[in-house]
């Protein structure tokens, strides 16, 4: 018999809420606040926080911090604006720090 597999995921590494999917990636090469972080075009089961400017190491924009919807823990965070127009790729896009999620499905 065929085990079933399902997609592979990232979860909150503090309550195992679903909060990415692996083919939502788009970097595994970014810095968060607390260590290397990844990209990714969606994220699901998050809640946004207030919008503010943030000096970033690529300079200044515009992000909204991503909390687990279960149980609040900040993941990472949202760009919202680009100002730098070399940048405005990440405009839209969830930055989730390592330390944060772990890996389901793998």
């Keep these: 018999m065929a085990e079933i597999v399902g997609p592979r995921l990232y979860s909150c590494c503090n309550c195992r ?11 595994k090469a970014f810095q968060g606040r607390n260590g ?9 089961n998050v809640f946004m926080g207030p919008k503010e400017k943030r000096h970033l190491m690529t300079g200044l924009h515009v992000v909204a911090d991503a909390y687990c919807c279960d149980c609040r823990e900040v993941l990472g965070w949202k760009y919202v ?9 990440k405009e839209g896009k969830f930055v989730l720090e390592k330390s944060r999620i772990v890996k389901e499905n793998w």
């Design 36 to 44: 290397r972080a990844f990209l990714f075009s969606h994220a699901m």
């Design 17 to 27: 809420n679903h909060v990415a999917l692996h083919d939502d990636v788009i970097s």
């Design 81 to 89: 604006r680009a100002y730098d127009r070399t940048q405005k790729y």
